[in-house]
């Protein structure tokens, strides 16, 4: 870190009784602009706060131009984006170093927590630091090879989002397009294959979101643990490219895995489009869905709160309890929220890092 400065973009604590909210979110400058890490993607939470998540390294493009076929559609469907370039693989390693630097030295501020094992999510759900999951979006940063993984998991690596939308060494991501399935493009190439399976010896998480339908089945085909798709919806109720057909679904309970039902706004409604209106019943719509395809022992949340546009009435982490609240009005009884919040995530990681 020490050629490059941070800032904290936001953070605040929301106390109720001895318990907090904590949501950080770190942006660095740099000489040639500006990258966002933050604490996202997946919620570990009890009834009312917030105890855990992905510290997700993102790599941008290099170039404007470039960053700006990475945004999410902002436009009313129907949309079907090109897929973002590819980038190179030198590049994705050094800025994701200093990503991971920043979350050390997050940790060493006692902060935060980088979480290498489901005990150390535990101790932050019963009231710790917050724990951090170091986790790629993106395998651009881990060379084809595979020279270099091993050296990312000593440094807390323990899951890997094979793609963003856009296709690397590994696999190829899945457009942004509504309506369409997610079966656009080609699938895992050898090196993803092989990635895959050193990910199962390690014990590290591999995320299927953002990956196309092949590459998803062809992970199913090779894969020896529980199959996660960290933040994505039922495609049965919203034809987004991103999100999951039945028969996917049913896979992933198959294995014993976890889809984190994401609060983006493009992923839940059937006209799709970004309406932060949206109500949070939508989103337990898509619990529900899901819950009746695989099982509530298959089903927990995953927010994306810095990558998408979330409904207002949940807003950021704070809202987490009208999540727990919204739930509990469905019919869900207590013993259900804490699964859906926090004990089907903690399952998943204890069977794959174990």
Known sequence: MSAFGFIIRRAF???????????????????????AVVLRAVDFFAADFFAAGFFAV?????????????????????????LAASIRTDYAIREAGTMI????????????????????????????????????????????????????????????????????AFA?????????????????????RRLVAECNRLGILIDLAHLNERGFWDVAAVSAAPLVASHSNAYALSANSRNLTDAQLDEIGRSGGIVGVTYHAGMLTEVGGL??????????????????????????????????????????ASGLPRVAASLRDRGYGDDEVAKLAHANWLRVLDETWA
């Open 275 to 316: 309406d932060p209106d949206v109500p949070l019943a939508r989103v337990v719509d898509h619990v529900d869905y899901v819950v009746a395809r695989i099982g509530i022992d298959h089903v927990g949340f995953g927010s994306d709160f810095d990558g998408a546009t979330v409904p207002t009435e949940l807003g950021d």
């Open 101 to 168: 630097d920043l979350l050390d030295e997050l940790a060493r501020s006692g902060e935060v927590c980088l979480a290498r094992s489901a005990a150390d999510v535990q101790v932050a759900l019963d009231g710790g630091s917050l724990a951090a999951i170091l986790h790629l979006e993106g395998a651009e940063p881990i060379e084809p090879e595979l020279g270099n993984l091993a050296e990312l998991y000593e440094c807390g690596l323990r899951s890997i989002g094979l793609v963003w939308s856009r296709p690397n």
């Open 13 to 35: 604590a929301l106390r109720t009784g001895a318990r907090r909210v904590l949501v950080l979110a770190a942006e660095r400058r740099f000489a040639a602009g500006r990258r």
């Open 172 to 192: 190829e991501g899945v457009a942004f397009r509504f309506p369409s399935t997610p079966d656009i493009g080609d699938g895992l190439t050898e090196a993803g």
């Open 58 to 82: 993102f790599v941008l493009p290099e170039t404007e131009e470039e960053r700006a076929a990475t945004q999410i559609p902002d436009r009313k469907p129907p949309y079907a984006l090109p």
